[in-house]
């Protein structure tokens, strides 16, 4: 504001002043009809813009939950492959204990039985059912037990007889033992002399 002496001078600086001031109102007003489009274009704009950044949230929260969901999977089948092979493992380690249990007992079974063989095949002949006298028999083992010079002891031969002493539920015999017996069965036995010449 302008503060003067003169009345007329006052007057016609506040008209003056108001002039500016109306030029300047309406220069502002006149820009504001001329940019109208400016306004709803900027809002468009914007609303364009938050429609793509909406979409590229969602799009990147896909790929974030599926490559989530492709982890905990990953994961979760380690952890089950990884749980079924401590199970397997300890399922075979009792199996395999177990089993070792029933190995060493079936051969201790074994073994106490071909024991009880043998020593059965050495003392047969003082049981109270053999039929020859021990001092005829003589221990062989393979592929006949026993081959028994029947009445030998006493200086009156009868008979040689090949023995074979079978223990337990079957009185098989081997192939070898098989062969042995076929060729006795078929008188195809020899006495020889052989002299040793050193």
């Known amino acids: 504001m302008i503060i003067c002496e ?13 002039k500016n001031s109306y030029l300047n109102n309406s220069t502002l007003l006149g820009d504001f009809a001329m940019n109208d489009w400016i306004i709803p274009t900027l809002i468009i704009f914007l609303a ?12 990147l929260k896909s790929r974030v939950e599926s490559r989530a969901r492709d982890l905990f999977e990953n994961w979760q089948t380690r952890e089950m492959e990884k749980q079924v092979s401590e199970r397997a493992d300890n399922m075979f380690r009792t199996w395999k204990i177990d089993e070792e249990k029933k190995i060493r007992q079936d051969a201790v079974k074994k073994s106490e039985a ?6 059965t ?7 109270p059912d053999f039929e020859y006298n021990p001092k005829d028999a003589r221990f062989l083992g393979t592929p006949v037990d026993f081959i028994v010079f029947d009445g030998l002891s006493e200086g009156d031969m009868n008979k040689v007889v090949f023995v074979e002493v079978k223990s337990g539920k079957t009185g ?7 062969l042995v017996r076929d060729c006795i069965d078929k008188r195809r ?4 002399i052989i002299h ?3």
């Open 48 to 59: 364009l813009f938050a429609v793509y950044l909406l979409l590229k949230y969602i799009q």
């Open 189 to 192: 036995v020899t006495y020889e």
């Open 6 to 18: 003169s009345p007329a001078l006052f007057a016609s600086l506040a008209l003056t002043d108001l």
């Open 196 to 198: 040793n010449r050193e």
């Open 121 to 127: 095949e050495h003392l047969i002949p003082y049981f």
């Open 114 to 119: 071909v024991i009880r063989g043998k020593v």
């Open 172 to 178: 098989a015999l081997s192939k070898r033992e098989k």
